[in-house]
C-alpha cells in the first residue's frame, strides 16, 4: 500500500513558538519534585497532581476533555467528527528515575500538546488523545509501565506488589484517591489509529550521525541471565597454577567474550554489569563467581544466536579450569517492531522537512512497547547532544525539538490525508 504525499493537505506553519512552549514547559515541571535540588517524581507522588494540575490547564485552554483515568495517567482528548471515529494516540510518561533530567518521557508529553495546539483549528477525520503516563521508569515498585499497561488492561497482575514501603499498587492509587475497581474504564476502547511516542534518544547514535532525529525500527529483545561458576577456592600460594579451579579467572574470560562477540555482531548489545568473587581475599583462589549478563538486539533471531554462541563459550570457557557453570535466566523479552506504516508517515514527513532522521532501534523499552500489544505504534527519537539521560545533564537542542514538531504535525496531517482516502474508498 502506498499512500500518496499530502503536503498539499496543510503547509506548516512557523511552528517555533510552540516548540519553545514544549521546552519551556519540560522547564516548568522540572519544578515539581518530590527532593528539591534535585527532578525526582516517582508514580503517585505528591508532586503529581501538580504536573496534572499545569497539562490540565494547558489541555483546558486547547478546549480538549480532560480526565485522570484510575492509574494515574492524565487523558487529555479532542473528539473525533464521530462516535465511530478513531483515536490517534500521542504522548509519553511524566515520572522520574531519581536525579533525573528534565526531558526524558517529559518532552513526548509536552510536544504531544504543541502538537495538538499547532492543530487546534485543524479538522481531523480522527479523535486525538494525549497521554501522560503516571509510571514508566520501574523506580517505586520495581516494575515498568503501571501506566501504560492499565490502557491495554494488563496492570490487574500487578496491584498486589509491594514498594519498599510495604504499600501494594492497589493500596498506591486508593491512597491517590483513585479507585482501583474502575481500572477496566482506562483500557483503550473502540478504534485505534495507532500510538505516536516522541522520546529523547538517551544515546549517542544521532549525535554521532550528525541528525536532529530518528524512526525507531524496533524496541530491542532482551535477555537477562544470571551466571554462576563454581571452582575450588584454595590457596593462592601453594595451589600451582596447573591445579587450579579458577572461577573468577573463567569468569574474566567470559567477560571478554561477551564483549568480543557483541563488537563484532552488527546491533548487538551484552553487558556484565555485575561480577562478584567468594570467599574474596587477597590470598584465596577464587572458588566462586556470580556474573550478569544483559544483552539486546532489535531482531529475535539474531540475540538468540548471539546468546547460544556466547553461553556455549562460556560452558567451554569454564570447562577448561575444571569451572562448573550454571545459567539462569531472570528475564526474557522479545524484540516488539514498530508499525511500518506508522514508522513510514514519520519518515516521509521528515523527508518533506528536508531533515535527516535515520532508523534507529530503540535498546530501552519505552511506553510504545506496551500500546504496540494493542495497537499500531511508532516512536521518533530527538538527538540526545551529550548522551547523557536518567542524569541531572540530559539536554536537548531547541532546532531538534522544533523539527520533531514539524515532522509530529506533518506526519498527523498525513495520517489524517490517508485516512479520509480510505474513508472515501481510495
Ligand atoms: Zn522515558
Known amino acids: 500500500m502506498t499512500a500518496p504525499h499530502h503536503d498539499h493537505l496543510s503547509p506548516v506553519a512557523d511552528l517555533g513558538p510552540l516548540a519553545r512552549r514544549a521546552l519551556a514547559a519540560c522547564a516548568e515541571l522540572a519544578r515539581f519534585t518530590e527532593t528539591p535540588g534535585e527532578i525526582t517524581r516517582t508514580f503517585l507522588c505528591p508532586q503529581s497532581r501538580e504536573v496534572t494540575a499545569y497539562l490540565s490547564a494547558w489541555a483546558h485552554d486547547l478546549g480538549l476533555n480532560v480526565r485522570l483515568d484510575a492509574a494515574g495517567n492524565l487523558r487529555a482528548r479532542r473528539e473525533g467528527p464521530t462516535p465511530e471515529s478513531p ?13 533525573a533530567g528534565a526531558y526524558d518521557g517529559v518532552l513526548g508529553v509536552t510536544l504531544a500538546y504543541a502538537v495538538a495546539e499547532a492543530l487546534r483549528g ?5 479523535a486525538l488523545e494525549l497521554l501522560a503516563f503516571s509510571e514508566e521508569e520501574g523506580v517505586r515498585f520495581g516494575v515498568p509501565f503501571i501506566g501504560s499497561r492499565a490502557l491495554v488492561g494488563t496492570l490487574d497482575d500487578l496491584l498486589d506488589r509491594q514498594d519498599a514501603q510495604g504499600i501494594s499498587v492497589r493500596g498506591a492509587l486508593e491512597a491517590y ?37 530518528g524512526v525507531v525500527t524496533a524496541i530491542a529483545g532482551q535477555n537477562r541471565l544470571r551466571l554462576d561458576f563454581a571452582g ?22 567470559f567477560v ?14 551484552a553487558t556484565v554489569g555485575m561480577l562478584s568473587a567468594h570467599p574474596g581475599a587477597i590470598n584465596v583462589i577464587p572458588g566462586a563467581t556470580h556474573a550478569t549478563l544483559d544483552i539486546r538486539h532489535e531482531q529475535d533471531a539474531a540475540r538468540q544466536e548471539a546468546l547460544k554462541t556466547l553461553l556455549a563459550q562460556a ?14 535466566e531472570t528475564m526474557t523479552q522479545p524484540a516488539v517492531p514498530m508499525n511500518p506504516g506508522l514508522r513510514a508517515a514519520l519518515q516521509r514527513a521528515a523527508a518533506a522537512e528536508g531533515l535527516n532522521a535515520p532508523d534507529l532501534p530503540s535498546g530501552a523499552g519505552h511506553d510504545a512497547m506496551v500500546l504496540a500489544t494493542r495497537m499500531p505504534a511508532a516512536m521518533l527519537f530527538l538527538r540526545s547532544p551529550n548522551a547523557l539521560s536518567h ?29 479520509g482516502a480510505g474513508e472515501h474508498g481510495a
Open 87 to 99: 483515536t490517534l494516540y500521542l504522548g509519553s510518561h511524566v515520572d522520574t528515575v531519581p536525579n
Open 122 to 126: 485543524t479538522p481531523l477525520p480522527f
Open 177 to 213: 484517591g483513585l479507585t482501583p475497581a474502575e481500572l477496566p474504564e482506562a483500557e483503550v476502547r473502540g478504534p485505534a489509529l495507532g500510538f505516536l511516542e516522541l522520546h529523547i534518544e538517551q544515546g549517542p547514535v544521532l549525535q554521532a550521525a550528525g541528525a536532529p532525529l
Open 232 to 253: 575450588q577456592a584454595a590457596h593462592a600460594g601453594t595451589t600451582p597454577m596447573a591445579h587450579r579451579r579458577d572461577a573468577l579467572a573463567a569468569a574474566a574470560r
Open 256 to 269: 571478554v567474550a561477551a564483549e568480543e562477540l557483541a563488537r563484532a555482531t552488527p546491533g548487538l548489545v
Open 315 to 328: 560452558h567451554a570457557l569454564a570447562a577448561e579450569r575444571g569451572v562448573t557453570l550454571t545459567v539462569t
Open 391 to 419: 542524569h541531572p545533564d540530559e539536554t536537548v537542542n531547541l532546532e531538534d525539538v522544533d523539527a520533531a514538531l514539524r515532522v509530529a504535525v506533518r506526519a498527523v496531517l498525513a495520517l489524517a490525508g490517508q485516512h
